[in-house]
Each structure stands twice: as structure tokens, then as C-alpha cells.
T-cell receptor, first 113, second 112 residues
Framework: EAQVTQNPRYLITVTGKKLTVTCSQN?????MSWYRQDPGLGLRQIYY???????DKGDVPEGYKVSRKEKRNFPLILESPSPNQTSLYFC????????????FGPGTRLTVT | GEDVEQSLFLSVREGDSSVINCTYT??????LYWYKQEPGAGLQLLTY???NMDMKQDQRLTVLLNKKDKHLSLRIADTQTGDSAIYFC????????????WGAGTKLIIKP
């Protein structure tokens, strides 16, 4: 089944404790991205990657890191999480940057206390 | 920067038509999209329209585009309880390398 998976689905952590949210797709998509969703603000892009070893900042990259060592994986790293990073995070992938359909993972709800 | 705006909530009775509206500012928009987010799930593409089209119909869904007013709408005929979701409008343009600009989402509430 074609899908985007994210882990964990839920995470509660404390300020400053490094964490990684994994994202994997099995559709051989070139383009992957991370979004955060906050009430009333919709989706804001954090980082995106157009291919292996090619990543770029989105609209809200501060406090996040990503890597794209393999085509299928695109982990999101929070080196020192803060409470303002409490949010719902989505990973998405598509054939290319201009492709019409993005496929979204199920989301990771992160709470930083 | 460019912006996409939507109302945050819409309440309709089961069986009625729902019309979700969206306005955008990018005059060079090429594609406009509607995504659906069901509770506890990721977003799924519902439909999209190319900017040189006025209307697109797909079963119970009708998309209308008024390019002059930069207004997009999604009409859902015979709204059912399964249509309860958040509906996101998004646009992209060649000028911005097809990066999607998202609205805040409209939560559709179905009354029995």
C-alpha cells in the first residue's frame, strides 16, 4: 500500500531534550516536506527536500533540522525543543515539487512542557 | 507574501449543500487545490483546478473559480455526516516554484 508513515504519532517531552520524528514513504517520491499545523494558522512549511541530499528552508525553519540521506526517509530533528514547538506535525511527499498531489502522513502530535 | 484566506467554521444541515469559500492574493496562481482532513488523519487531495478553468465538477463536488476576484469555492451537494472534516484551500504558481500556499482551513460541521 502506498503510504507515508510517521513515528511516533504522539510525543510528550520536556524543554531541551533532543528528539527526532521519522518520516518514510514507499512511493519513490523525490519531493518531501514537513509542515506544522496550529489552530487558525493552517499548514506552515518547515523544511522541504527536492531530492536526496537537497534540503531547503520553508516558512518556519527556526529550531528544526532535517536530513535526506535516502530517498524514502526525511527525519525532522528538534535539537532543543521549546514549548512554542508544541504542535501537530505532518510529513508529506510527492513525485516532484510541482506535482499536483501531495501525500500526507497521519501526523505527529508533539507536546513540549 | 502571498496569502490564502478562509472562514474557520461552516455549519450546515445534513442533506443541504455546503459552500466553502477561499480567497487568495497571488495574481499569478496557476493551480488551486482543495484538501480534506478528517479527524485524526492527514490531509487528502480532494480536487484541483487549473487557473484557466472556471468550473470543475466531480460527483458531489463542484469547484468554482473567479479569477478576476481571486475567489475559489467548493460546493458539496447533499452533505453527509462523513463530510465532517477540515477543508483546506491552497494555491501554487510557477513564480514560486509551485510551493503551496495554504489557507487556515474551514471546519465543516454537519447538523442532523
Amino acid at each position: 500500500e502506498a503510504q507515508v508513515t510517521q513515528n511516533p504519532r504522539y510525543l510528550i517531552t520536556v524543554t531541551g531534550k533532543k528528539l527526532t520524528v521519522t518520516c518514510s514513504q514507499n512511493m519513490n517520491h523525490e519531493y518531501m516536506s514537513w509542515y506544522r499545523q496550529d489552530p487558525g494558522l493552517g499548514l506552515r512549511q518547515i523544511y522541504y527536500s527536492m531530492n536526496v541530499e537537497v534540503t531547503d528552508k520553508g516558512d518556519v525553519p527556526e529550531g528544526y533540522k532535517v536530513s535526506r540521506k535516502e530517498k524514502r526517509n526525511f527525519p525532522l530533528i528538534l535539537e532543543s525543543p521549546s514549548p512554542n514547538q508544541t504542535s501537530l506535525y505532518f510529513c508529506a511527499s510527492s513525485l516532484s515539487q510541482g506535482a499536483h498531489e501531495q501525500y500526507f502522513g497521519p501526523g505527529t502530535r508533539l507536546t513540549v512542557t | 507574501g502571498e496569502d490564502v484566506e478562509q472562514s474557520l467554521f461552516l455549519s450546515v444541515r445534513e442533506g443541504d449543500s455546503s459552500v466553502i469559500n477561499c480567497t487568495y492574493t497571488d495574481s499569478s496562481s496557476t493551480y488551486l487545490y482543495w484538501y480534506k482532513q478528517e479527524p485524526g488523519a492527514g490531509l487528502q487531495l480532494l480536487t484541483y483546478i487549473f487557473s484557466n478553468m472556471d468550473m470543475k465538477q466531480d460527483q458531489r463536488l463542484t469547484v468554482l473559480l473567479n479569477k478576476k476576484d481571486k475567489h475559489l469555492s467548493l460546493r458539496i451537494a447533499d452533505t453527509q455526516t462523513g463530510d465532517s472534516a477540515i477543508y483546506f484551500c491552497a494555491e501554487s504558481s510557477q513564480d514560486s516554484n509551485y510551493q503551496l500556499i495554504w489557507g487556515a482551513g474551514t471546519k465543516l460541521i454537519i447538523k442532523p
